[in-house]
């Protein structure tokens, strides 16, 4: 007997991940419901390669019979709905920012801190962390465990697609205008994108800090551990999808590269791939389309008593946001949901 699943906001580019990885995986369900606002009931959505939903109106909708809710429809929207689900006894895996920092919510990556899975039994609610801090502490886990991390100093490098399908058609609009002299107008952008950075992601706060780099810092020291330091920048580039990430840390005990590298190539979910020659490394092109939390430019940093510096690249929309998604359903239906 398989689950009944929903996929919330199955329009955006998340919700569309999450059908695909679905399919992908053999995910044992009986039944998938794709779920939208009242403008795009009726829409069709793929499911896999040659199966097709109709969206259905999420405003309506009665999540009674329910297993799971994977849900990305915006943090505002989830506010409403995915209390909603859970009061019907539907489980919700929930991508939006909401519900990350609340006490009795957990925030999960599974290769990290799956055990934490077993609170959502008291909301019924589990947050999927922000889409940079999940490849981040993919990364840091085995390193953790190993020498302790005490500080991470991590700039970002982040793909337009984490702002959404209108982010990647405003990259794409600014590029081809730039070759045929159209003005160029930022919308979804405080600045031009095309062939250009930003070094501001969501709204800033009263330290000088924006909210995406709060979101690194106060994530990690939920999921991994509340001693971790973590300084970041975050920073918007011209890239549809795919984020890289500067990583520096400082451990508390003194660990070396070798070290460091095979703890790295035995950790699940994480992919080394590290020649100390030119493109000895992973680009966020590669990593588009693939699960792994990528590793390269593996290297002391000297800076620091034990410290290492490398590169971390990921696809945000499967790991960053989908694939987490859905590898939190497999463990919940494996330990918790046993049918």
């Known amino acids: 007997m398989g689950y009944k699943v929903a996929v919330i906001g199955a329009t955006g580019n998340v919700g569309r991940e999450m059908l695909q990885i679905l399919a992908e995986r053999n995910f044992p369900a009986d039944e998938v419901i794709a779920l939208a606002s009242e403008r795009s009931v009726g829409k069709e959505v793929s499911y896999g390669d040659d199966k097709v939903l109709k969206i259905k109106n999420l405003a309506t909708f009665d999540f009674k019979g329910v297993d799971i809710a994977l849900s990305s429809p915006g943090a505002s929207v989830s506010a409403v709905h995915s209390p909603r689900a859970a009061a019907a006894g539907c489980v919700v895996i929930d991508n939006t920012s909401h519900f990350r920092m609340e006490p009795d ?29 999940i490849q981040m502490v993919v990364a840091l886990k085995p390193l953790h465990k190993l020498a302790t991390v005490r500080r991470v ?8 697609s984490g702002a959404g399908k209108d ?11 730039i070759f045929v002299n159209d003005p160029i107008r930022p919308e979804k952008f405080p600045k031009q994108i095309a062939f250009n950075v930003i070094p501001q992601i969501d709204k800033f706060m009263e330290d000088g800090s924006t909210k995406e780099e709060w979101k690194m810092m106060v994530e990690t020291r939920k999921i991994l551990d509340p ?24 451990f ?26 030119p493109g000895g490394y992973v680009t966020p092109v590669e990593s588009t389309g693939e ?8 290297r002391k940093d000297s800076s620091v008593a034990n410290g290492l510096a490398f590169w971390c690249v990921s696809d945000n929309l499967r790991k960053g946001a989908a694939l987490n998604a859905v590898q939190i359903a497999e463990v919940l239906i494996r330990d918790y949901l046993k049918k």
């Not at 999960?108 to 801090?133: F, H, L, M, Q, W």
């Not at 982010?167 to 205008?177: K, P, T």
């Not at 005990?253 to 080394?272: F, N």
Request: charged share 20%; glycine share 4%.
């Open 291 to 298: 699960d792994a939390v990528y590793i390269s430019r593996l």
């Open 153 to 160: 100093v991590v700039s970002t490098y982040q793909s337009v």
């Open 252 to 277: 508390a005990h003194p660990i070396t590269v070798e070290e460091a590298r095979e703890a790295l190539k035995s950790a699940p979910g994480i992919s080394v791939v590290d020649h100390r020659e």
């Open 167 to 177: 982010a990647m058609d405003e990259l794409f609009e600014q590029s081809r205008g």
């Open 105 to 133: 919510v957990p925030l999960v990556v599974p290769e990290v801190n799956p055990d934490a899975i077993a609170g959502y039994k008291k909301r019924g609610i589990i947050a999927n962390p922000n889409c940079s801090t």
């Open 227 to 250: 001693d971790i330091a973590v300084q970041a920048t975050c920073v918007r580039v011209p890239v549809f999808v795919s984020h890289g990430e500067a990583v520096a840390v400082e």
